[in-house]
């Protein structure tokens, strides 16, 4: 059950130690890069689920083009870049210099969190001697930060919100040029399988999820922690690595805050892939896997990423800066006993005047989730529609710290 | 060729120009953006509206509306 | 054509200028206040504010080449560029040189928008708010008729009809800043604490 911890196993402190457990920077080229993804089948750790080896090869072909290691992470549910960032770092910056060269850039950034830069990722560029300079630049902590316009909006050194596509910034991004934006831990897998090979990669896992991945559980498991787990694992086998629920579980969100719930009765059977998910709405996303318990309540867990998710956004756009500050309410309505049956169409109203009607995809990650919270937790629409509540007590339980100090 | 009113969200600002030259295709959602009648996002432009989209292109006090082939 | 001719016919223009340029100054701020009528939708509002400050234009041409002629008016052709040279009521004078100036970069940036992107644009369009009193003051200021009843008449109408559409702008501003539903405080997910 327990899969290779290629990347969690990569910690290195030092370059020294690293390049001790890993050896030097492989010294393929860049289309030799390209044909080792394009083969893997990497695809995307951010949440997106791309295709590597294709989003490689369109930036490939401009140029000019830019790359960033995106390491925002502003998943609030997430925290596999943290710990990826912070234990492998020389990993992570040999993806990026790889992905460089593959995709023929001379300017790399890597953008994460300023505490990080400044404790690990700097100190570890210091050590290195890269061909392509890297500019790090500090992202802001907030829920869209990690987007990819918003990424390169950073970068070029404005505010971290998202802009209106279409051009996608692979095809205009920082300052004009094809930009490749990249999560940190698809870089890392990038930087193991050039120099392994695609066929190694693909040696763990499924052939529709191919390789490992980072998963972030909590919620109401024993030992909350990051994991990495084979491509395809159970989400039963994923909580129980974790140490398995303390309680009866009610639900478990699965992708991140933009994602979706499975019902307790179904994480026996359902593998974190994409055809697995897929009935309930979900995706494996960026590996976040939240434990609700039966004792909570899921329309309160839901009305409360709701409402958060509603804060986060740029208020750029009016439908969503509008909208879903009124779903939230409209779901927190619902959750905490002032129900009417209205309130339930009003949802689905409101809903749809979001969807799609944005710069980004916030509002209809926001949607998913509300969707999945009223579909989930039907039953207990119904209870509370009739003046009860069958949890014994309300928000999603606080897990212990899931991650070590930095030191 | 067929083509699609794209609307910038972030430059949008409910002004209603649009609203007022292609009442057909759009209309004001609860907040006074522009909604397509049809439900999509970038609503398709029948051939007997596009002199009105390109109007309402070239007068949107917010340049938020783009005509795009699709 | 005679210099007294010249004289009547540059005023006038002028005069009919500034009246003209009150309109797309009035209508301009029904555009950005999204005002509009069952008569008037606004898309209509906006075509006129943007052919009204053409044909405005082009009485502005007219009353400058008038003047240009004009041996009283003593202008130069340096004078149409750089304010305050003038020999004759060399402030007043260099005012509407001023306005003459922003009219032209007003209406060029708005030719270019689509080559200016938005933002530049909107920063640029702000010129107006000089413009326009700068051309008041002048017609008062420059005019021989400056002073008189129905100079003083028309511009306060002027000054009437800027100052309710500027009411209107103020009161939109006000509104769009509030219409934004305001967001539930989040109650965070209780987690949210422990994971960072």
Redesign the interface.
Known sequence: MNAPQRLLGAAAATLADHSRLLGPLPGVDGAGILRAAAESSLTGRGGAAFSTGRKLASVAAASDPVVVGNGAEGEPASSKDRRLLATAPHLVLDGLQLAARAVGSRTAYLYAPADLLRTRLEPALRERRDDVPVTTVASPGAFLSGEESAVVQAVQGGRAVPTSTPPRVFERGVHGRATLVQNVETLAHLALLTRFGAAWFRGVGTSAEPGTRLLTVSGAVAAPDVLEVAGGTLLADALALAGGPTEPLGAVLVGGYHGAWVPAEAVADIALSRDGLAPYGAAPGAGVVLALADSSCGLRAGADVAAYLAGQGARQCGPCRNGLPALAGTLRALADGRPSPLLVAEVQRVSRLVEHRGACHHPDGTVRLVRSTLRTFSAEVAHHLAGRCTARHGALVVPSETEEAIA | MSERLHVDWTACDARGTCLDLLPELLEADDWGYPLARTGEAAPAVPPSSRDYAVQAVRECPRMALRLRPG | MSADALWYFGRGTGVSALTLFTLVVVLGLL??S?W?SPAL????V??VHRTTSLTALGLLAVHVVTLLLDPYAQLRLVDLVVPFLGAYRPFWQGLGTLALDLVVLLVLSSLL??RL??RT?RALHWAAYLCWPAALVHAVGNGTDGTSTWMLALVGGCVAAVGGALTLRLRAART?ET??????A???????????
Do not use: M
Request: charged content about 20%; glycine content about 10%; cysteine-free.
């Open positions: 555009v950005r999204g509009s939708p606004r898309f209509v906006s075509a928008r689509d992107g938005r644009w769009s219409e934004t539903q305001s967001v539930p989040p109650v965070p997910p209780a987690y949210l604490a422990g994971l960072r």
